[in-house]
Structure formats: C-alpha cells, structure tokens
C-alpha cells in the first residue's frame, strides 16, 4: 500500500476544488491552480477532504497513487499559503537587484546576466552591509518556483573549493580539501 497516497488531504476555508473528467482544479485566494490526473486514480472529495483511491495494486498504480495526492496537497498548499524559495549569493562582488519581473544579476562575468521572471513569480532582492546578498522568490506553484530557482542557481552553481556561487539558503555544501604545499 502507499502510505501517502492513504492520506486524505484536508481543503483549508477558502480553497475550491473542482473535478472535470480528469482534470482537477484548485482556486484559492493567490491563484489558480490545474493537474491532469493519472488513468487508475479516482478522486472523491467528502467534507471538506480530498480522498484518493487507485485501480490495482500494480507497480504504475501505486507510484501514481502518492504521486497525485502529494501534488493535490501542494496544490491546495500553494493557493493558501504560497511557496517561497531563497537563494544566496556567496562570492566578492556579487550583486543582485530586481525591477518588477527582471532580475540583475552581477556574478563575475563580463556582463550582467538580466533574467525575465514568469508572471506568477515574485522576486526580492534583499542586500545587507556586510552579509551576502539574497534573492527571494515567491509563487503559488511549487513546480514553477523550484525550476525557476534552479535556473537561476545555474548561472553560477557553487564550487566545492571556496563555496563561490548561487546556493540555496541553509543548503550544506560539500567542501574539499584544496592542495597542501
């Protein structure tokens, strides 16, 4: 059995959920939220809880079972709360600022890298005298967040030298040793 497709997911005041065909909707009060759902799992939905069952016991089916349930909780997460994601800058003049939905991005390079947010995506830029500068990203949709940090992670991912680079805020790094004379 899969333990987190068992688990029912409970719908906060606020957040409507919606079932058409195999399709399912969430609105809450920061967004719009739609997921195709897998062949196999059907949806029920009884005070206020969402419930998942699947067809088989089959390898597919238990995968999918706590692949959508997991999903639907972030959904309904996402619309009522939100999702927020911080990245830091480590590194001697490194910079970042935001105009509305472009990011600047001062990493060492020639030029600055200027980087066009989706719409659904809030960004900050916060910079403090004498702490590394921190880029704060805010969605409704956890899968848009997360592929928009990574992206921007990538510009300069951090080395395991010196630690340079865009890491996540409270990530570990795995630091080696450099050459001993």
């Known amino acids: 059995m899969s333990r987190i497709g068992k688990n029912p997911?409970?719908?906060?005041?606020?957040?409507?959920?919606?079932?058409n065909d195999?399709?399912?909707?969430?609105k809450g009060k920061l967004g719009v939220l739609t997921q195709t759902i897998s062949e196999g799992i059907t949806i029920k939905i009884e005070d206020s809880t969402v419930f998942l069952e699947r067809a088989s016991d089959s390898k597919i089916h238990t995968a999918q079972h706590g692949l959508m349930r997991a999903l639907i909780n972030n959904m309904i997460e996402g619309v009522s709360k939100g999702w927020t994601k911080e990245l830091e800058l480590v590194g001697v003049g490194y910079r970042a600022s935001s105009q509305g939905q472009k990011l600047d991005l001062a990493l060492g390079f020639s030029h600055n890298i200027i980087f066009e947010l989706a719409p659904e995506v809030k960004v900050e830029a916060i910079s403090e005298k004498g702490k590394?500068?921190?880029?704060?990203?805010?969605?409704?949709?956890?899968?848009?967040?997360g592929h928009v940090a990574a992206k921007i992670r990538s510009f300069r991912s951090p080395e395991p030298y010196k630690g340079k680079g865009i890491k996540?805020?409270?990530?570990?790094?795995?630091r080696k040793a450099g050459k001993s004379a």
């Open 22 to 26: 195999n399709v399912i909707t969430v």
């Open 132 to 145: 590394n500068p921190i880029v704060k990203l805010t969605s409704f949709d956890k899968q848009l967040v």
């Open 168 to 174: 996540f805020v409270g990530e570990k790094l795995r």
């Open 9 to 19: 997911v409970s719908i906060p005041q606020g957040v409507d959920v919606n079932i």
